[in-house]
């Protein structure tokens, strides 16, 4: 499954990772097979353009019956043993003075005690990131995931969602061989937004094409917020 390109110095790394064996010689590798690659669709509510701060924006999806859209099989396959981590990240375009005291880790709080995992920063870019470990390991019916934002600066932000390529069995916590894209379910995800703003935002032409392609493909969401 194909990942987003990060070419942008100014945006989040993805770094693929490939499980690994090696059996006897170790000038003898494999590369293990995913026997699933799975699309999950993700709602983003309420989809504005423009939120205002305090304003709660939600990430969520449910799996009806534990069921995932297997892309290599073309066909939704039973998932009631995976369990996965969705990672998002939030990064800030417009410029913010480090040594202020606005700091990225202040950009957005949760709203239902969502683990903010990391934060990065330079002198004019901050990135937020979050992560909520979802598992279909349970008595639920449902593969159920919710987690809310709540943006405290204005500015303008991209948010993208990361493949996860450790699923994993969560009845006997070894990996499962299979792999996740999360797109969001939108029609548009405010790719003008980033092409309107021009000299503005702290990105080249080049990754405003990049930031265009990838709304397009539904891999990543823009808005602003005041």
Not at 94 to 117: L, M, Q
Not at 142 to 167: K, M, T
Request: glycine share 8%; proline share 3%; hydrophobic share 40%.
């Amino acid at each position: 499954m194909r990942m987003p390109q990060w070419s942008l110095t100014k945006t989040l790394a993805l770094i693929s990772i490939s499980v690994i064996q090696i059996f006897g010689d170790c000038r003898s590798v494999m590369i293990t097979p995913y026997r699933h690659h799975f699309l999950q669709k993700v709602d983003l509510t309420p989809y504005k353009k423009i939120y205002h701060i305090g304003d709660t924006i939600r990430f969520e999806f449910t799996g009806t019956g534990k069921m995932l859209f297997d892309t290599i099989t073309n066909s939704f396959v039973k998932a009631d043993s995976v369990g996965f981590v969705v990672r998002t990240g939030m990064a800030r375009l417009n410029k913010f003075e480090r040594a202020g005291r606005i700091r990225p880790e202040h950009f957005f709080t949760s709203s239902d005690g969502t683990n903010f995992a990391l934060t990065a920063t330079d002198l004019d870019f901050g990135v937020t990131w979050f992560y909520t470990r979802v598992t279909a390991c349970g008595a639920g019916p449902d593969l159920h995931f919710s987690a809310g934002i709540i943006p405290r600066y204005a500015g303008v932000y991209e948010v993208d969602l990361f493949s996860e390529h450790d699923a994993y069995n969560c009845y006997s916590g070894v990996n499962s061989r299979a792999d996740i894209d999360f797109v969001f379910n939108l029609q548009d995800c405010n790719g003008d937004l980033v092409t309107s703003m021009g000299d503005s935002l702290k990105i080249s032409p080049a990754d405003t094409a990049d930031y265009t392609r990838l709304a397009a493909q539904k891999k990543i969401f823009f808005f602003r917020v005041e």
